[in-house]
């Protein structure tokens, strides 16, 4: 596909030169240049540029439709080129929630690359709302979310496990008792996740089948990460909810500990997600990896 081409989409993406420039790793005079020289080759205006905003033209937005078409007929011909040499290449623009891209996905990304060396991979992060919308926006290829919801234009794959975990800092004063309730967490001050986390999602479903609504336990605090809660709760008299993915090495350390309550059983799957249709290209190639990489892990 013609750089200038890779350049456009990356423009009209993020309606940023700056951002662009950070995604294609080059500078910014040189997004510049290349969307100059497509401008003069078509000889028409694809972005309008007041102040520090951009929007895209007519022409933009009809060479925006067909350069998305051609980026993943592009991806489409290299998979099957690559099939047939046993040789693969190309991009493949991921996106992630924040507790699978910092604590489940690296090492699968780091095996995957030492596989597929010359598969140039990208990632970026948010809660998975967030990714979901990159995804319905092609600003992304796959996305890898932890909800339950699902959007209707959207295909849903499952390729690992996790589970939900009450935790405190070891000195917190709560969880003493090893057979604390869930009747008992509703007066302990608690710290989740901010609203459109798939975190948050998952733990307001599983209270309120529970018959504990989270509008009825003591939450005193949103923050917007998982590592956010993991750095508060040493400091904190109270408890958080997070994925027990994200706390091995903490409780290594003994800066935090699990504390087990009855009849509280916050199981959920991590899921690929991803436009409707069958796979293709090295969307396909990472989705049957990571599977393979899960089960002989």
Excluded: W
């Amino acid at each position: 596909m013609d750089y200038r081409y890779q350049v456009f989409l990356a423009v009209a993406n993020n309606l940023s030169f700056t951002k662009a420039a950070q995604e294609m790793y080059i500078s910014q005079p040189a997004v510049t240049r290349h969307i100059r020289e497509l401008e003069n080759t078509l000889g028409l205006a694809l972005f309008n540029r007041k102040g520090n905003r951009i929007t895209l033209t007519a022409a933009g937005e009809i060479v925006y439709r067909y350069a998305q078409k051609t980026h993943i007929l592009y991806d489409e011909l290299q998979y099957e080129l690559g099939t047939l040499k046993q040789t693969f290449s190309g991009s493949l623009r991921l996106g992630a929630s924040s507790t699978i891209s910092q604590y489940v996905i690296p090492e699968v990304i780091a095996a995957f690359h030492t596989r597929y060396p010359d598969i140039e991979v990208s990632l970026i992060n948010g809660n998975s709302f967030e990714m979901e919308q990159k995804l319905q926006e092609n600003r992304i290829d796959l996305a890898m979310v932890e909800n339950y919801s699902s959007k209707t234009d959207l295909q849903y794959v499952d390729f690992s496990d996790d589970e939900i975990v009450v935790i405190a800092g070891h000195t917190c004063k709560f969880g003493r008792n090893a057979n604390g309730t869930l009747a008992e967490l509703q007066h302990i001050p608690l710290v989740v996740r901010e609203r459109g986390s798939g975190t948050l999602e998952v733990i307001e479903q599983y209270l309120k089948s529970a018959g504990y609504p989270l509008d009825r336990l003591n939450v005193i605090l949103h923050l917007g990460s998982t590592e956010a809660i993991k750095n508060f709760l040493p400091r904190f008299n109270g408890i958080g909810l997070v994925s027990v993915n994200a706390i091995h090495k903490e409780i290594q350390l003994n800066t935090l500990k699990i504390i087990p309550v009855k009849g509280l059983n916050i199981k959920r799957k991590f899921r690929f997600a991803y436009p409707k249709g069958p796979l293709t290209g090295n969307v396909k190639y990472f989705v049957d990896f990571t599977k393979n990489y899960n089960t002989s892990f």
